[in-house]
């Protein structure tokens, strides 16, 4: 017999509520302000005469990015205030900022996956109503261009769109309100400030830096020993070719005037000082003060990687659509989104790129818990100062 | 080196579009009316002079939710207006309800990972805004009420809330588009009555339950004999035991009477002949007139089981939000809720229960190509009786 | 023109590797022990002379659900040693805990996700060649019972199977690693002793406890008070009887007796101790020392969710599959599982229903980071006591 | 109350099953050869003495792709088979050949989110472990090259792999089978036969290429018509300009002259008759006999979309785990996979191109179902050529 009937006990605990929508109060629809959000869905092709069904999804799922857009633009704001305000010295926010920098990872996880619903429009049922659409595009999509700006896509990196500038596209406020958030510090900086003074990096403190240098050309040395004493092979050969390479590499991260030239080519994105700081939260990241920094590290990476793939679905869903013929913004479709799926639109590209840098465990600078207590000791910073965010 | 530069090519065919976005016309912005859709955003708890972060992404959510509820709507209502225009008559429009329903099916199972963003927030960041949302409740969400009569949730099988009838929680216009949407004919339905139409079930021409009913009871027959005539251990006794059970239920669905009084419980929601259509469809989806049809059946029942893991991800998200108390519209919350995760909520439990009374294939009546062409000749109806559905 | 071929520079840089595969050493293949591995399929079908396709699927699903299944025990058994061995109590653990319980979700994430490639079979499919699967039946999955029975699922609250013991279900020594499973600490146990020692709770330290109590009666007392000054209204009414009931709530929470009630009946899990250091770390959850705390215990609630997300597929994907009939096991298929999907599958409990008790900020023991430093301070191990997991 | 204990109904429902698994027969375990599928984890690691955690991960994730490429390997030769002997002609296989196909696309689907799972291992956590992995790399996978050679990708447009062939990269046995892959008829080449006998281009019937291009021209030339009517503006002088990309466009589309010089460029894959076949499937989709035939063309793009994506994922987390350091193969890693991901591997390239050459409805050719009747019938073959696959 199938279960369709409740037992005593469960319909007595589902009916044990209050009624409490009949004393007043905010009501569901009026909370979400549903008059405004689902009646703003007007078909061109409707309007022009001639109403194609499948313009309604094309409306929806484009209203449904803009949304979470809204709401990534709200975490990540809320994450830069915290970081401009000075309280992220307070190690009890990092715990919030690492919690909204990972909900944005999930809500680029669900945007990713939501291609699949589109995917159910073909390119000919996209036909039957693109015309109308012209010019819009989703190039002018206002909030992904802040997104990319506040995250950290510098404007010299930018691919042009149809051989003018991005801005361009846009109209007064709007290039305006894109203008101001090129000038404000982006998550990029504000997390290389904060790179910047990890602590470990003094000088005339745990000196990581000098400590890892000697270890690691140490460490290299001594394996040159062991090579060269190895009989002659064709395997020795290559073990010393490798171990060039290697040199070379180590030597390379050492020097601060590559460092410098990588920067200004845009190989590099942030300081020397801030790439010191990553690799040392990278190899101590078990220290209890930095578990929670190195998780922020990889959710960084994390948005980085979705809002590549985010394009490249995007990528493939206009092959799909439209082939290789121009974008309803007149915009050459297909190529132009196909150029900006690379890693001059990847924002924290060097801490993927740190991976070329790992070393031997025991090459690692020791730490003795007992002398260098930094690592087990928060710090915060009284109330006066560090103010609680929602509080004021 | 890393990719940064566009090749020559490349940088061609990313700049060849040309910016029609400056000769008028409409734009992005104003053709989604983001001015409505991502201002709708206001928090009670900033109102009443307490701002919380969190409640952003509860004001989000629940928006997206309603947003693809719009759509699924929008998909129904344009798939029951094919059937009861008797447009599906038109074997041509066969295409069209598929894929509407398959659409549905892919937003549901977005839905489904949605909840993955909300999870996000803690019941402890809940709790700081809980209060200021009372009594709005998604309870009221009058499109979730809407899908559910659209699709065929019957009235007297729904759980009550808080001892009322479901209704009685909106307010009056929103109720009169309740009892209408209850009026309507439903997808149940009109899916019956288009499954009571299924070719081969003619008493004048196949004649399908008349010749599966002989088969099957033939076939019992020859089973017993062979196993009549094996020597007496436990396995021929079993085997004899397992006979009489198969020989009870296949009485059992051909016993019209005994359908009428699982209808009359709730049990079963279709009538006999469309029941006898869907096993007609399950048995030769193979045949080129049903493979379409087939599909059709799989996707409702994908609906279904997709709505009913929505109903569970929500039960599950409750429990971690507000443990076992009242939810924000004063409902018992989680035992509600989870009192909807049942069969009585499935719409086409029928078509999931038929999997009962498969049959070996040598047992299914046979058909020949040259004499049952109507399995492979589709019918349409002239352009006076089924004009296009969107072209008037 | 589309973009086929590689400019110089990436032709380059993509061929730049050494090819090592010509000079010995292991290859991808025998890495794997794909000889073994892709080799496991055998169709019973076949073996019985009617080979049918589908059965393909069905064999390779359950393998894919195996090994991950085996992947899951593997994390399951080295946080279990981390915590049993006493290495827990040297926070540089905490990272390592965490990131595999969360991997756990992860997995199961995928786990709950992968159904939908054995929804591509449908129940006709399936019934080709299930008979010849009887009695095989996925409730004898042996990793499936320990890894139950190693997160936490009592024996005693385990739905029997048949009317049977399940470990009845297993041979000789199956049984006897179920039982020795059982015996075992499982992760609840383990984390109940971890969250007794949460700093905090100490009688004679901070006391979180004693202060808690204090504190919440004082603020239902005072918002007694502000009731009762109220003008008898309806509304006075139901917020005092609302008071009662926070009162009742409260009183509850606090009392030993009541827990020890709820304990021997199944409905709590943990001691009164661990209960209290849950909340603990629930409301100081952004103090430095309890921000990993606090994310481990957010992934147990979440590897609860999935585990019985799973078993709702599962449930879901079985009606869909052989209706109600029984399984190739013999049991009741579609009821058992559906039984298997309730509150008492849930192991870590307790801490959804915590959200029950969640109080006003105001209401909670303030906290002095000069007074109180030991939540700014981690805890270490010396060498000799807490040697590293892997290194022995 | 929380529901711990089932109802009388229910705990009687849940155990009405008879215990076959007693009575002998095939268990579990041995069903699915568990002894080899989840013994087959050996931690190289381990083997050198120095075992690392997330070695385990790093095995039974490939393991589980390689069981799923079996599978998919097990699909797509059943539907090769399928064409291969002409049992497509009778069609009541279609269902059967979209279904797999479909199958295929959802095990896709899956590979592509269980990166999610290898994502949890960090860069560090892999390079604790790595060099034990030389040489074995994932290059070296012949199921992955056997089912790029079976779906279509052309050896002639494959990236070398270290300025060496693919398949020298595969020991004897297996490059035989990698050329035995290459020389039997890929899924490619079969649809393209298959399309080319698309009802509806025979020149002596319905001549769908002919009719096509005349309306084409003759929209266009009215088109012509009314533009020059207009008075002189930019506007006018655009369109004008437009009218005459367009014509460009579609002159060479009925241009057979250049389809075979792209042929041979590889910018396109299948003959002139195929993709008329394609575009003719396109334009009747709705038709009864071209509604699954157009599924199939829509799961064909939908494989080659995930296949790609499949290697973009690949190539973001290979970026992640060794920056743009050599493979463990040798190779140079991230550049290589970087360079497969593009047009080049796309295998129905032509069906997404295709939608450069949409044109309104009105410009296509009518169809009157009394006349044109194939649209209406489906074809079979009588039993004696084309016996059941699964039967012989």
Redesign the interface.
């Known amino acids: ?7 005593e ?3 007595d ?9 009949s ?12 008059d ?7 078909l ?1 092709s409707e309007l022009k005469g001639n ?3 499948d313009e ?2 094309f ?2 799922t ?3 990015y ?3 857009f ?2 990534i633009l ?1 975490e990540l704001d ?1 994450v830069r205030e915290i970081f401009i305000s000075g309280h992220v010295r307070d ?6 900022v ?3 920098i ?2 944005i990872v ?2 680029f ?2 945007l990713v ?2 291609f ?2 589109l ?2 429009m ?3 049922d996209f ?2 109503f693109r015309e109308y ?11 992904f261009r802040l997104l990319e700006n506040k995250i950290g896509v510098p404007d010299n ?1 930018r ?6 500038h991005y801005r361009d ?1 846009f109209k007064g406020h ?1 290039s305006e309100m894109l203008l101001s958030s090129e000038k404000e510090p982006c998550l990029l900086k504000l997390v290389e400030k904060w790179l910047e003074r990890t602590p470990g990096l003094e000088g005339d403190g745990f000196n990581f830096w000098k400590k890892l240098e000697a270890n690691i050309f140490e460490g290299l040395c001594l394996e040159k020993k062991k090579i060269v004493k190895m009989p002659d092979t064709e395997e020795k050969e290559e073990m010393m070719e490798e171990l060039t390479k290697q040199k070379e590499l180590f030597t390379s991260l050492f020097d601060i005037k590559r460092h410098e030239h990588l920067l200004s ?3 590099r994105r942030i300081s020397y000082k801030a790439l010191q700081g990553a690799l040392m939260i ?2 101590y ?5 930095f ?2 920094p ?1 998780q922020l590290l ?1 959710n960084l ?2 948005i980085d ?1 979705l809002m ?2 985010w394009r ?2 995007h990528v ?1 869903m206009v ?9 309803t ?5 297909y ?2 989104l ?2 900006t799926v ?3 639109y990847k924002v924290f ?1 060097d801490l ?7 070393i031997p ?1 025991h090459w690692m600078p020791k730490l003795d ?1 007992n002398e260098h207590t930094f690592l ?5 910073c009284d109330s006066s100062y560090c103010s609680s965010e ?1 509080s004021d």
């Open positions: 017999m199938s279960k369709l009937h409740l037992n006990e469960e319909a605990d589902s009916q044990k509520g209050i009624n409490k929508a004393k007043g109060g905010i009501i569901y629809g009026d909370y979400l302000q549903l405004k959000v689902v009646t703003a869905q007007v061109q109403k194609i069904h309604h999804l409306i929806v484009h209203q449904a803009e949304l979470w809204k709401q709200w809320s190690e009890r926010n990092m715990l919030k690492n919690t909204r990972h909900r999930v809500i996880r669900l996956d939501q699949s619903v995917e159910t073909t390119a000919l036909y039957d659409l012209s010019p819009a595009s989703g190039f002018q999509s206002l909030q990196l691919v042009p769109y149809n051989r003018r596209n709007e080519k845009g190989e990278y190899f990241r078990e220290e209890p003060r578990q929670v190195f990889s990476m994390d990687t590549t793939k490249y679905n493939c092959h799909r659509m439209i082939g290789s013929k121009a974008g913004g007149g915009s050459s479709g190529h132009y196909r150029s690379s890693d001059r590209v993927f790129n740190l991976a070329t840098f790992l465990r818990p087990f000791t928060a710090e915060y929602d």
